[in-house]
């Protein structure tokens, strides 16, 4: 399987078998084996724990060289050795990879804390005065994913295992039309998500469960029968605001229209005639005739001097 792609269908990814008898304790951060006689193990070791691989059951008073050789992945190996002289010589400088106690009492190496980068092949040699013993390990590191789940819009439903090693495998009760995706990051973890649509009302409750070698999980949510009123609301949020600026700008042209009608109307109006304009016309010719001027000014002078 690609570790980058999209599947329409759920894929499996094959399961490592264990032929090491392994006993994990995850309040001790601790893995303990036991060793066959010979030849090499598959042992897998969850992170952030502590690995003990023992060397083959040989009496340590018979051993007169015990040796690990350690061989990391795109690193050159590195060897730890113990003499019955009490000599020990080591060119392996990582001080988390040490015998469990004293090699001349236990030649068991320790991993404490094992981390990501430990994957590789660790071989103990054994030489006695019976022969040379020999048990090797094929170590593969254990990354417990991130799992979340969350609910998208129209009924759908995310469910991710982030950053594990192997990748998970994600199922879904009930089934949906679901599309998975699988990524793999550089460090050799990998992320799986699904994501499934039920586009069936009568569904109310899904859930999700992720399968691991470092552990299970379910997790279940309610999916929401009114998914897409959110839709609905952001599309009513757009129109309203809208819908206000075209009555603001109706407005505001019904204004002005109203505006221009009275400016109309003001300038039909008829012109006010001046007073002298609407005297009868006896008036007129009192004003313009010079025997009427003569005979009114007699008459004022006549008054004047009677006073």
């Given at each position: 399987?690609?570790c980058l792609?999209?599947?329409?269908?759920l894929?499996?990814?094959?399961?490592?078998?264990?032929?090491?008898?392994?006993?994990?304790?995850?309040?001790g951060k601790?893995?303990?084996?036991?060793?066959?006689?010979g030849?090499?193990?598959?042992?897998?070791?969850l992170?952030?724990?502590?690995?003990?691989?023992?060397?083959?059951?040989?009496?340590?008073?018979?051993?007169?060289?015990?040796?690990?050789?350690i061989?990391?992945?795109?690193?050159?190996?590195c060897?730890?050795?113990y003499r019955?002289a009490?000599?020990?010589?080591a060119?392996?400088?990582?001080?988390r990879?040490?015998?469990?106690?004293?090699?001349?009492?236990?030649a068991?190496l320790?991993?404490?804390?094992?981390?990501i980068?430990?994957d590789?092949?660790y071989?103990?040699?054994m030489?006695t005065p019976?022969?040379?013993?020999?048990?090797?390990?094929?170590?593969?590191?254990?990354?417990?994913?991130?799992?979340?789940l969350?609910?998208?819009?129209?009924?759908?439903?995310?469910?991710?295992?982030v950053?594990?090693?192997?990748?998970?495998?994600?199922?879904?009760?009930?089934?949906g039309?679901?599309v998975?995706?699988?990524?793999?990051w550089?460090?050799?973890?990998?992320?799986?998500?699904?994501?499934?649509?039920?586009?069936?009302?009568?569904?109310?409750?899904?859930?999700?469960?992720?399968f691991?070698?470092?552990?299970n999980?379910?997790?279940f949510?309610?999916l929401?029968?009114g998914?897409?009123?959110?839709e609905?609301?952001?599309?009513?949020?757009i129109?309203?605001?809208i819908?206000?600026?075209?009555?603001?700008?109706?407005?505001?042209?019904l204004?002005?229209?109203?505006g221009c009608?009275k400016?109309?109307?003001?300038?039909?109006?008829?012109?006010p005639?001046?007073?002298?304009e609407?005297?009868?016309?006896e008036?007129?010719?009192e004003?313009?005739?010079?025997?009427?001027?003569?005979t009114h000014?007699?008459?004022?002078t006549?008054?004047?001097?009677?006073?």
């Amino acid at each position: 399987m690609p570790c980058l792609g999209r599947t329409s269908d759920l894929q499996l990814l094959p399961v490592l078998t264990v032929f090491l008898v392994v006993a994990s304790s995850v309040d001790g951060k601790q893995n303990h084996t036991k060793v066959p006689t010979g030849g090499n193990t598959f042992l897998t070791v969850l992170e952030d724990t502590k690995a003990v691989l023992p060397c083959p059951p040989v009496q340590l008073t018979n051993a007169i060289v015990t040796t690990w050789k350690i061989t990391l992945r795109d690193k050159p190996p590195c060897i730890r050795a113990y003499r019955r002289a009490n000599e020990t010589s080591a060119n392996c400088t990582d001080e988390r990879i040490t015998w469990t106690y004293r090699p001349d009492q236990n030649a068991a190496l320790q991993i404490d804390p094992v981390i990501i980068t430990d994957d590789g092949f660790y071989e103990c040699d054994m030489v006695t005065p019976d022969g040379n013993f020999y048990h090797g390990y094929h170590l593969q590191v254990l990354v417990a994913p991130e799992v979340s789940l969350s609910q998208s819009k129209n009924r759908t439903v995310v469910c991710k295992a982030v950053a594990g090693k192997p990748a998970a495998q994600i199922a879904w009760t009930p089934e949906g039309d679901c599309v998975s995706e699988h990524k793999c990051w550089g460090n050799g973890t990998v992320t799986v998500q699904s994501t499934c649509h039920w586009a069936e009302s009568n569904v109310s409750t899904v859930s999700c469960s992720v399968f691991h070698e470092a552990g299970n999980w379910s997790l279940f949510t309610e999916l929401n029968q009114g998914a897409e009123t959110p839709e609905n609301l952001r599309i009513i949020c757009i129109i309203l605001p809208i819908l206000c600026i075209l009555v603001i700008m109706g407005s505001i042209w019904l204004l002005k229209i109203i505006g221009c009608r009275k400016c109309k109307l003001k300038e039909t109006e008829p012109t006010p005639v001046e007073e002298d304009e609407m005297q009868p016309y006896e008036s007129y010719t009192e004003k313009s005739n010079p025997l009427y001027d003569t005979t009114h000014r007699v008459l004022k002078t006549s008054q004047m001097l009677q006073s």
